[in-house]
């Protein structure tokens, strides 16, 4: 499976991005998908993730309310619509790829990894 993700960029605090992340491959029919991110000095962590099976969404606590993934299963495409970015929001932007089916918050539950995006958010 690989992963094309885009959308990242640069915007003022407030603002809003929109990633994409296509997969491509064998995929099959059952797989979640999510973003996770890492900014300098830091490690990777959880941003949110999908389930195709069921459509069973997570978020991390700190994007709840301002983040929403969705995804297009004719286009094994999931997106992170990005609102209200913070400063703090800075990262490379990773989507990952699980064919077990289940969305998860742990890295290890995901096998494929995209190439990452740069999102900066200005004060």
């Known amino acids: 499976v690989q992963l094309q993700a885009s959308g990242g960029g640069l915007v003022q605090a407030g603002g809003s991005l929109r990633l994409s992340c296509a997969a491509s491959?064998?995929?099959?029919?059952?797989?979640?998908m999510g973003w996770f991110r890492q900014a300098t000095g830091k490690e990777r962590e959880f941003v949110a993730s999908?389930?195709?099976?069921?459509?069973?969404?997570y978020y991390a606590d700190s994007v709840k309310g301002r983040f929403t993934i969705s995804g297009d299963n004719a286009k094994y495409t999931a997106y992170l619509q990005m609102n209200s970015l913070k400063p703090e929001d800075t990262a490379v932007y990773y989507c990952?790829?699980?064919?077990?089916?289940?969305?998860?918050?742990?890295?290890?539950?995901?096998?494929?990894w995209g190439q990452g995006t740069q999102v900066t958010v200005s004060s």
């Open positions: 990952a790829f699980s064919p077990l089916g289940l969305a998860s918050s742990s890295i290890s539950a995901y096998r494929y």
């Open positions: 491959g064998r995929t099959g029919s059952r797989y979640a």
């Open positions: 999908i389930s195709w099976s069921g459509g069973t969404t």
